[in-house]
């Protein structure tokens, strides 16, 4: 079935770092990949995403780039804060099920100021 | 809008019992989708619907139904509640394939014992 994998599953920077998580799914039909990231006791929030006919997209201090051929995607926060720490999931939809993700088993991220 | 509600948000169960988690969402959206969240396995999909009369199975959907009598609620049935269902149950919508962006409700945290 389909897959998705997360590397690496912790990661720890100091403030003003840059922090890159890397994911690369298995379904070459899927066409939407997400970035969540979740806070203690709180569910999944939508910090960015991209479509396959993208390359890359940025959002502020976060980007995610898409390579499509090689079927693998990363997510890159620069200038890292304190309150960036959470667990970060990266998805990727799954092809014929509405809108339905699979997800990565997460990364959780630590920084340090 | 409330957005994406969930209740209960914790529930403790015996084996064998049976509950209902109750989700619903406010934004007309026809896309919704139950998930669990076992530590270090991410979020995992148990079913989905694309619409009210319309729902399918996810990558784990053994010991659950659903049902979507209306737009708005999509509840999840445990029949026989197994401790292998100890999760944090997460519900989430979406306007529809297109606008893929996923809303999800704040969690449901069961224990069976």
């Known amino acids: 079935g389909e897959n998705v994998e997360q590397h690496p599953s912790t990661l720890s920077v100091q403030e003003g770092d840059s922090a890159v998580i890397k994911c690369t799914y298995s379904?070459?039909?899927?066409?939407?990949f997400p970035w969540y990231k979740q806070e203690l006791g709180k569910g999944p929030q939508l910090i960015i995403d991209?479509?396959?006919?993208?390359g890359e997209k940025k959002d502020q201090r976060i980007a995610v780039t898409l390579n499509k051929t090689a079927k693998h995607f990363s997510l890159h926060i620069t200038e890292t804060q304190p309150e960036d720490s959470a667990v970060y999931f990266c998805?990727?939809?799954?092809?014929?099920?509405?809108?339905?993700?699979?997800f990565g088993k997460g990364t959780t991220l630590s920084v340090s100021s | 809008n409330a957005g994406v509600t969930q209740t209960p948000k914790f529930q403790v169960l015996k084996t064998g019992q049976s509950m209902t988690l109750q989700c619903a969402q406010d934004?007309?959206?026809?896309?919704m989708s139950w998930y669990r969240q076992d530590p270090g396995m991410g979020l995992r999909l148990i079913h989905y619907?694309?619409?009210?009369?319309?729902?399918d199975q996810g990558e784990v959907p053994n010991g659950y139904n659903v049902s979507r009598s209306t737009t708005e609620d999509f509840p999840l049935r445990l029949l026989s509640a197994a401790p292998s269902q100890t999760s944090v149950y997460f519900c989430?919508?979406?306007?529809?394939?297109?606008?893929?962006?996923?809303?999800f409700g704040p969690g449901t945290r069961l224990t069976v014992l």
């Open positions: 991209i479509r396959s006919n993208v």
């Open positions: 379904d070459s039909a899927s066409n939407y």
């Open positions: 998805a990727a939809s799954i092809s014929g099920a509405g809108t339905a993700l699979i």
């Open positions: 934004m007309n959206h026809e896309y």
């Open positions: 619907s694309v619409g009210a009369g319309i729902t």
């Open positions: 989430a919508s979406t306007q529809g394939v297109g606008t893929d962006t996923q809303y």
